[in-house]
């Protein structure tokens, strides 16, 4: 295997099954415990009714279904499959394509036909190969490139040696004057790739440079909060307010996290020290509704977002989540003069235009 291997001469049909997105969760559980016979590797990939395919799903969207504790039932594919896929044509080259999925690195990759329609998955497995194939991993000769070199960083953090793609991380921003934002830079754009833990790596090689950074111990935060690991969110937070006990993004984020570890009164404790700082702004409003929504309490809900709405009359999410406090509360018709308002604001919201359809087929108005 080398740069001129074509996409359709490596092994693409054996790691994936088909499936529409209205298919039951629990089909979609079969289908992958069929490819578990053959492959570790294995991905459903989701279509819209034709061959055109609009996500995937792998026993990760399946576990984190289970994690949040959401009825396996009810579900369809549409509503746990992921999005992060890129499309590669199957007569291209490796040597054509990988330089382009290097700055993305997408968690599966469809091969597709000149028609746009799906022939082949590309697996993890399959692009390890291919990285292998073009000399990534082959420490006889060093990267070319900043982009080389952070190419094989990730892909040494894929094989799980974490210090090897800290020193390939570290070449990729060796000529850098500021080698502090370097390491910033760098995990703003690994992030951007869904690359969190390689990017949470980072602002700690940030920090190894100035522990009293309360930015990057705020950015910290938000990447452990992303990854779901909430406690170490909110320890990073705390970090930070240690060292700038103002720092409003921290308080906020900080609240949202111990909200969802159903820290209410302390969730709201947090988002009042933001106010303190920042004043009444429509975000700290807005999630201040949110937190009462956790709890059920609507009404609590409705005048947060209503005071979100007194200051920014534009904003969209205030209106639709008013909108499913006042369907909470059972007060419908109020809830569909929000759905209007928001397409007012934006005519191209698909959440209020759906359910706003679907309130003329059925009669009922389902918001969430």
Request: with cysteine; glycine share 6%; hydrophobic share 35%.
């Amino acid at each position: 295997m080398d740069k001129d291997t074509k996409i359709n001469e490596m092994e693409i049909t054996d790691e994936f099954s088909m499936a529409d997105a209205k298919e039951s969760v629990k089909l979609i559980a079969f289908k992958l415990q069929e490819l578990q016979k053959e492959t570790e590797h294995g991905a459903v990939l989701i279509t819209d009714g034709t061959d055109k395919v609009i996500g995937f799903i792998t026993k990760k969207e399946l576990i984190a279904l289970v994690a949040r504790g959401e009825s396996y039932t009810k579900t369809t594919a549409s509503d746990i499959m992921s999005t992060d896929f890129e499309e590669v044509l199957e007569d291209d080259t490796l040597g054509n394509i990988m330089p382009k999925i290097s700055k993305r690195y997408p968690n599966a990759m469809v091969v597709v036909n000149d028609k746009g329609h799906c022939v082949g998955y590309f697996s993890k497995n399959d692009y390890k190969d291919a990285l292998a194939g073009l000399g990534v991993y082959d420490k006889s000769h060093e990267p070319e490139t900043v982009d080389d070199w952070r190419t094989r960083g990730i892909a040494m953090s894929s094989l799980g040696k974490k210090s090897e793609a800290i020193k390939c991380f570290e070449k990729s921003i060796e000529s850098s004057d500021d080698k502090e934002k370097g390491w910033s830079d760098l995990a703003k754009r690994l992030e951007r790739i869904n690359r969190r833990k390689d990017a949470i790596m980072c602002m700690d090689k940030v920090l190894s440079m100035d522990a009293d950074n309360d930015e990057a111990l705020t950015t910290r935060g938000k990447l452990y909060a992303e990854e779901k690991t909430q406690h170490l969110a909110i320890q990073s937070y705390k970090m930070a307010l240690d060292v700038n006990p103002k720092n409003a993004e921290a308080w906020m984020d900080m609240g949202m996290e111990q909200a969802n570890l159903g820290e209410i009164n302390e969730a709201l404790k947090s988002l009042d020290q933001a106010q303190a700082i920042n004043g009444a702004t429509p975000e700290i409003w807005f999630r201040k509704g949110n937190i009462y929504d956790k709890v059920k309490k609507y009404d609590d809900a409705l005048n947060c977002y209503n005071e979100a709405i007194k200051l920014n009359d534009f904003y969209e999410e205030a209106w639709f989540n008013k909108g499913i406090a006042l369907v909470n509360l059972g007060r419908d018709s109020d809830a569909l003069q929000c759905l209007i308002k928001i397409l007012q604001i934006n005519p191209t919201n698909e959440s209020a235009r759906e359910a706003l359809n679907n309130y003329k087929e059925k009669g009922t108005l389902e918001l969430a």
